[in-house]
């Protein structure tokens, strides 16, 4: 099967808000780093509020989406805190991550089946608002299926667990985990759903990914941050789309 379309990138800048805390000095701007990674060809910045405000802040959301010339998907939990403030701002898309432990599945994605009517009444006011709703969920049909009843017009598949399986040089592991990623994004595809998938991607890892013809965005953050500090975040975001673009070829 030939790629759906073209495979977006999204910059996930959570971490140099991170390194800017560290010390509660003023930089490194994620913002500025949004502006860098838009100029070396991000599609899109991703950025996550969390409750305790560990890496990314309000001020944060605010000066995103002034700046941003690209989408803004704004990660959060579903809380009403949360909701409330994606209400207010209208990013172009939400995603729905678990936050606390009784939110995730063994696998690390969001319980979406358990908790079915909740975040189907959760996510009703964001999409009247125009954002688009996207759910981090683990790659595992009765999720999937609980996404699609819930309305969500898009799943994130969590890429964490094939991601820990390469490092740690479990590779049959790894090679199963990528299988279900495959099969899974044919079948959430099959119900009408949009599929991206994120957590944990290098160079190293990316490719298989990229490769599935269903998956039409990935997020990146950690790694490339942290390859930043050597390369700059400019070189470090083209080298990664080169390589998504190689493997969807
Ligand atoms: N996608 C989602 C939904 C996430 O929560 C994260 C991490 O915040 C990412 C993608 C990016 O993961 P990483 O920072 O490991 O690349």
């Given at each position: 099967m030939k790629p759906l379309g073209h495979l977006r990138l999204g910059v996930n800048i959570d971490h140099v808000a991170t390194v800017r805390n560290a010390r509660g000095s003023a930089y490194p701007d994620p913002i500025r780093a949004?502006?860098?990674?838009?100029?070396?060809?991000?599609?899109?910045?991703?950025?996550?509020?969390?409750e305790d405000r560990r890496h990314i802040t309000d001020t944060?959301?605010?000066?995103?989406?002034?700046?941003?010339?690209?989408p803004l998907n704004f990660e959060m939990a579903a809380t009403d805190e949360m909701q409330k403030i994606a209400l207010r701002h209208r990013p172009h898309a939400v995603c729905i991550v678990p936050e606390k432990r009784e939110e995730r599945t063994t696998e690390g994605g969001l319980e979406v089946a358990r908790e079915e009517n909740r975040l189907a009444g959760f996510i009703a006011p964001l999409r009247e608002a125009g954002c688009r709703v996207s759910i981090f969920i683990a790659a595992d049909a009765r999720q999937i299926e609980a996404a699609a009843r819930?309305?969500?017009?898009v799943i994130e598949l969590h890429t964490g667990a094939y991601c820990d399986y390469h490092a740690e040089g479990h590779f049959a592991e790894r090679d199963a985990e990528l299988d279900r990623l495959r099969e899974m994004a044919g079948f959430a595809h099959s119900l009408g759903l949009e599929v991206h998938a994120g957590h944990g991607l290098t160079y190293d890892t990316v490719g298989p990914v990229a490769?599935?013809?269903?998956?039409?965005e990935l997020n990146i953050g950690h790694f490339l941050i942290g390859e930043a500090i050597f390369r700059g975040l400019g070189p470090a975001i083209t080298e990664m789309r080169?390589?998504?673009?190689?493997a969807r070829a």
């Open positions: 949004a502006t860098v990674a838009e100029a070396a060809g991000a599609d899109g910045i991703t950025a996550h509020l969390r944060d959301i605010e000066g995103l989406m002034a700046a941003l010339t690209t819930i309305g969500a017009q490769a599935i013809p269903q998956v039409m080169r390589v998504m673009d190689a």
